[in-house]
């Protein structure tokens, strides 16, 4: 995989803005506030899919894919506390990023209807 130069600083631009404005998590386990998210996307008829078999399948993809209007879609890795990427995700995360495929790293149920309002780009 290789990145054009504007790629790349694209790419690290959006991680500085992480970095710099740190998603503060919600309490409790992360299943708390995947209910939330799914509970949100069924209310507003957005269709989500989330994998309930994580052992059968490739380590490293989203917890949530959702389809919204328009065409457009949203990768969400949802995460409790201050969890980290595991290597897997985070190699997964940039590969997608490269292909135009943002995946959003998401601790909070605030966070997320950011997301979700399209605030994050």
């Known amino acids: 995989m290789r990145w054009t130069p504007e790629q790349l600083a694209a790419y690290l631009d959006k991680r500085q803005a992480e970095i710099q404005n740190p998603d503060k998590p919600d309490p ?3 299943s708390r506030l995947q209910a939330k998210c799914l509970k ?5 008829g957005y269709p989500v899919f989330h994998d309930y078999s994580k052992k059968a399948n490739a380590a490293g993809w989203p917890d949530l894919f959702i389809y919204l209007p328009e065409g457009r879609h949203v990768l969400i890795e949802l995460k409790a506390g201050n969890r980290k990427l ?3 995700q985070e190699a997964l995360k940039i590969n997608l990023s490269y292909l135009g495929h943002g995946v959003e790293v998401c601790r ?3 966070r997320f209807l950011e997301i979700m309002k399209g605030e994050s780009q």
């Open 28 to 30: 409790g386990p992360e």
């Open 40 to 44: 949100y996307c069924r209310e507003h």
């Open 86 to 88: 595991r290597k897997e």
């Open 108 to 110: 909070s149920y605030k």
